[in-house]
Nanobody, 124 residues
Framework: QVQLVESGGGLVQAGGSLRLSCAAS????????MGWFRQAPGQERSFVAAIARSGGSTSTADSVKGRFTISRDNAKNTVYLQMDSLKPEDTAVYFCAAAGGNGTPWRPVHYDYWGQGTQVTVSS
């Protein structure tokens, strides 16, 4: 089992920044590809960003490209999501997830473990 705990969410004005963290425990963190997803009320969970085990490869959704950056620190068992130039449409619950296998990181079914989520609210 892998336990994931997100933090860093909150209320921010449009144009502001937040950094989300996701702390992992339970198994060897560097064995897992990691991803961030978000879900707004009434909408499906959607892909935000993913990072490979070593941190050497990342992917980002077009909707956040150039504004959001995913990174990880395997020594600290933590994955981050730096969010800049936030927009009201970024308002959602943000989830981190861990995948033990290789596949399609933009699909939720690819992931084995999920955190409980952290709320991000961007005011206009």
């Amino acid at each position: 089992q892998v336990q994931l705990v997100e933090s860093g969410g909150g209320l921010v004005q449009a144009g502001g920044s937040l950094r989300l963290s996701c702390a992992a425990s339970g198994r060897t963190f560097s064995n897992y590809n990691m991803g961030w997803f978000r879900q707004a009320p009434g909408q499906e969970r959607s892909f935000v960003a993913a990072i490979a085990r070593s941190g050497g490869s990342t992917s980002t959704a077009d909707s956040v490209k150039g504004r959001f950056t995913i990174s990880r620190d395997n020594a600290k068992n933590t994955v981050y999501l730096q969010m800049d130039s936030l927009k009201p449409e970024d308002t959602a619950v943000y989830f981190c997830a861990a995948a033990g296998g290789n596949g399609t990181p933009w699909r939720p079914v690819h992931y084995d473990y999920w955190g409980q989520g952290t709320q991000v609210t961007v005011s206009s």
